[in-house]
């Protein structure tokens, strides 16, 4: 079968022939319905050998995955052969705390395993073919797998981030901010839009970016000299009381911590490896800033309740498994609108 692969620090994926997998006990051999293009897999691939969050080559990329079953490995029972399934992609120990409560991303024997996850030391999706362990598969029913794919990361990363966040948006007169608005700043409005009440407020360079967000309930800022002074007064001078920053540079988390209110709360998703300097004084009182990682194999769950109850809809632009690599260097260089999903059997 053909495969996305990265072979080596700081070089450019190939797309090659590999050996199709065969499933192990307790895995599921999956026909690849859908593959996201993720600037995480860009990260990996250019990252130095031995830096923080670097991935030891080599191995076929994509940790946004869905697919029908097409094998069942042995001691596999309850699944059937044909059914569509979203796949969670962190793989943890599967016995500490963490991993027990479905939350493979903190895993606390991390330094043991092999790889992080699918598509991340472990062979992904971004083939025709992929293995994947029966408890991190999510059924979709009837819903179109080709669009669910992106929700395994740009769903779930937001949805994680915003739901910890709930008790900070419930109630009359709360504020929502969104910074950065490519696929997972996109998604992050519709959830908010859909769990809250909130006014959502989202930021972004780009005027396509702007417009598409304005379409799902948001109003837009300009990311253009002026942003806090707008942000405040869109919110009578109090600030948010919840923002997400997409980006995580240090002008984009700076932006955000201008813009806070009291007891609220700042999450730092993105991880373009910003910092902030805290002050006891230009701090909101019982304000927090904190980060999040992926999410849970339960809130997983749950984003595609949403996604099949089309509270979520993921704008996703399809490239065949030919044009794949085409579809990295379009990400690369910013042309990507919403998410790249690759089908392998379009």
Request: a negative charge; hydrophobic letters at 40%; aromatic letters at 6%.
């Amino acid at each position: 079968m053909r495969a996305v692969v990265f072979e080596n620090w700081q070089t450019f994926p190939v797309l090659k022939e590999v050996n199709r997998p065969t499933p192990g006990p307790g895995e599921v051999l999956l026909k690849v319905a859908g593959a996201g293009a993720c600037h995480s897999d860009v990260a990996v691939y250019n990252f130095q050998e031995g830096a923080p969050g670097s991935v030891k080559p080599a191995f076929t990329l994509g940790h946004e995955n869905s697919g029908w079953v097409e094998e069942l490995g042995p001691g596999v029972s309850g699944i059937t052969v044909g059914d569509a399934f979203l796949v969670y992609g962190p793989i943890g120990c599967g016995h500490c705390k963490a991993c027990s409560r479905g939350q493979d991303t903190y895993c606390e024997n991390v330094a043991e395993m092999p790889y992080l996850g699918i598509g991340l030391g472990r062979d992904g999706g971004m083939a025709e073919y992929v293995t994947v362990p029966v408890r991190n598969l999510v059924p979709l029913g009837d819903a179109d797998p080709v669009d669910a794919a992106p929700l395994a990361d740009a769903g779930l990363t937001p949805y994680h981030a915003i739901k910890l966040a709930l008790p900070h948006l419930n109630g009359g007169g709360r504020h929502a901010l969104v910074i950065g608005l490519g696929g997972l700043g996109q998604i992050a409005v519709q959830i908010l839009k859909a769990l809250t009440g909130a006014t959502v407020i989202a930021t972004d360079m780009k005027e396509d970016a702007m417009r598409m967000a304005e379409a799902n309930g948001a109003i837009t800022i300009p990311g253009t000299e002026g942003q806090s002074e707008r942000i405040l007064e869109l919110t009578g001078g109090k600030g948010v009381d919840a923002a997400f920053d997409f980006v995580g540079a240090g002008p984009t988390i700076n932006l955000a911590a201008s813009v806070m209110a009291k007891r609220s709360r700042l999450t730092v998703v993105g991880i373009a490896n910003g910092s902030h300097e805290w002050s006891f004084f230009t701090t909101p009182y019982e304000s927090t800033i904190t980060n999040t990682y992926w999410g849970t194999i339960e809130d997983l769950h749950e984003v595609v309740a949403m996604y099949r109850a089309g509270q979520i809809a993921p704008q996703v632009q399809r490239f065949s498994l030919d044009q794949a690599l085409d579809a990295y260097r379009k990400l690369e260089a910013g042309e990507v609108s919403g998410r790249a999903v690759v089908v392998p059997h379009a």
